[in-house]
């Protein structure tokens, strides 16, 4: 079974904040699916020697045109900014002083 | 003139043409359907406040000269689709007040061809689930029993096309997302070869599996949906156009799967099977061994894509923005706040199985059965049509009835294949189990939703 400990940190990872009995009940909801899940272990080969079928693929690295439909939903998208100063979205400063 | 929701879209673009009825008669019809019967079923989230105008509109456009088989046509879009000017939430809190900032490329498609756009449906919270009991919004109710869930995750498109509050709908398959509301309400749910519809503009769960597709009526009907929203699209460089994948003539052989569990759906499956033999078709058993790992495989591969695709919501460029002491607890409020249980037990588990010390136990090993799964399919579609299965295992569940996540997951057997695999299949409707509706499921070959269709009309009674 996961541990509590484990939960937390999983949690700290994934930026969610979780309640004491949510983080009961995902210790044990979380520890039943990673063992149905673990079967995979019985496959053999490695993952390394997988060579996926699928591969990138790049759009040219040129700006979109003023009136191109892209360039209309990347002013859209600086509009939906929750706070901006001109074009730039506003966050806030991620450096912190230690106490 | 009523009941003009009833009918098929191929029937009311019939009627359309020939000036019988126009768009504003159909739309009204549906609004009317959906006034009597959307506080019970939950099926929409919004019904749009410009549904006769978009009606009229594509009734001048008909005058002007127009045709086109949707032309003038009401469909029903799930929620995680983008319409320009309309909220598109995912049934999320996270996205509740989100107004989309742009048209997905199927919705432009939907557009040119005229489409009407009734409102967006419930689903569950970001495409993840089976049943649309994850929604932020509360469950979607099935149509022909309202103790019980729709299915999911396009719960509300299907159930919106079984109760004729729309003519037909788009959904999106993750896992099973169309098909699988499709069998528990009677209704066709198609989900096209990855890839052959594009995803610009569709809020990603886990973008290797993802697939927007139609759910209809009648297998014409969504085949109409399906042309018109198919193709490649420069914004979606994973889509990819009809000649990818070589062709394939017609064998008139079903493959049925060796040593699958028997299931509530088998009796009707075979049924189905014999009313195709009496058609001409044969019966091949095929081997597919890898299929006992799909499920962990699939699962695996989900709750790692989901939860970096997930990432994105941090309440710092759209959706909910709590604040906090500090940058961190900004995320970690918002991102608790705004995700429901099922979303933050998959982000969890997604960030366990990518973990440096887990990552080849799980994701690797997930890479390679998904890789030999898709082999063994290919065999396979060397001596069949079509690979027949149900579904789903069992009809619509009770809401509520199944708690734990685990045994919710384990109702996706038949569908995640084709999912792992990049498959197109369709879930077409095949009677009833216990008074409820099931489906019958149809895989075939990359590239062949023809087969689908065909096999799938003469199911269905359609063949001409």
Excluded at chain 2, 185 to 213: E, H, M, N, W
Excluded at chain 2, 249 to 274: D, F, H, Q, T, Y
Excluded at chain 2, 304 to 329: I, P, T
Aim: charge should be negative; aromatic fraction near 6%; include cysteine.
């Amino acid at each position: 079974m996961i541990s509590k400990e484990d939960i937390q940190k999983l949690a700290e990872l994934s930026r969610i904040k979780l309640t004491e009995a949510e983080t009961e009940s995902l210790q044990k909801d979380i520890s039943n699916i990673l063992d149905y899940v673990g079967q995979v272990s019985a496959i053999e080969g490695s993952a390394d020697k997988n060579v996926p079928l699928n591969h990138n693929v790049m759009r040219d690295d040129v700006p979109y045109e003023e009136g191109s439909a892209l360039k209309d939903a990347r002013n859209a998208i600086v509009d939906a900014f929750p706070k901006k100063e001109k074009d730039y979205n506003s966050v806030r400063k991620i450096i912190q002083k230690d106490e | 003139m009523s009941n003009l929701n009833e009918l098929s879209i191929q029937e009311a673009a019939a009627k359309l043409q020939a000036g019988d009825i126009t768009a504003v008669d159909l739309a009204r019809a549906c609004l009317a359907e959906i006034e009597k019967r959307n506080k019970d079923l939950n099926v929409y989230l919004e019904v749009f406040n410009d549904v006769e105008e978009q009606a009229r509109m594509a009734d001048e456009r008909r005058k002007a000269g127009e045709s086109h088989p949707l032309l003038g046509i009401p469909l029903a879009i799930k929620d995680n689709i983008l319409i320009k000017g309309k909220r598109a939430s995912a049934s999320s809190r996270m996205l509740e007040n989100y107004v989309a900032t742009y048209d997905a490329t199927v919705i432009k498609k939907l557009k040119e061809a005229g489409a009407v756009f009734l409102g967006r449906t419930n689903m569950d919270e970001f495409a993840l689930g089976g049943s649309t009991e994850n929604s932020a919004f509360g469950p979607t109710k099935n149509p022909h029993d309202e103790s019980r869930v729709a299915g999911g995750t396009s719960g509300g498109s299907a159930a919106a096309v079984a109760a004729h509050m729309a003519l037909g709908a788009l959904g999106t398959d993750t896992g099973g997302s169309v098909r699988n509301p499709a069998s528990f309400c009677g209704v066709v749910g198609l989900k096209p070869t990855y890839g052959s519809v594009s995803r610009f503009g569709v809020i990603a769960a886990v973008s290797s599996f993802d697939q927007v597709g139609p759910i209809a009526k009648t297998v014409e009907d969504a085949e109409i949906i399906l042309s018109t929203i198919q193709g490649k699209d420069q914004f979606d460089s994973t889509s990819i156009d009809g000649n990818l994948y070589p062709k394939h003539s017609e064998k008139k052989v079903i493959g049925v799967v060796e040593g699958l569990a028997e299931s509530k759906v088998s009796e009707i499956e075979n049924a189905k099977r014999k009313e195709l033999e009496a058609q001409g078709y044969t019966v091949k058993s095929i081997s597919l061994p890898s299929l006992k790992f799909a499920l962990a495989t699939y699962y695996i591969t989900n709750f790692a894509e989901v939860s970096s695709n997930l990432s994105r919501f941090d309440g710092v460029r759209y959706g909910l923005a709590l604040k906090g002491d500090s940058l961190a607890e900004d995320y970690a409020k918002s991102r608790a706040e705004g995700f429901g249980p099922e979303t933050r037990r998959r982000i969890l588990l997604g960030t366990y199985v990518l973990s440096a010390g887990y990552y080849d136990a799980y994701y690797g090993k997930a890479g390679l059965a998904r890789e030999q799964l898709r082999k063994e399919f290919e065999t396979a579609f060397e001596d069949v049509d079509v690979i027949m299965t149900p579904t789903m295992p069992d009809v619509a569940w009770k809401i509520g009835e199944k708690e734990d996540p685990l045994s919710a997951y384990l109702a996706d057997i038949f569908t995640v294949p084709a999912n792992l695999t990049g498959n197109p299949a369709i879930s077409i409707p095949a009677g009833l189990v216990d008074g409820l509706p099931v489906g019958i499921q149809l895989t075939a070959a990359h590239g062949d939703e023809a087969a689908l269709l065909r096999v799938g009309k003469a199911l269905l009674g359609e063949s001409k």
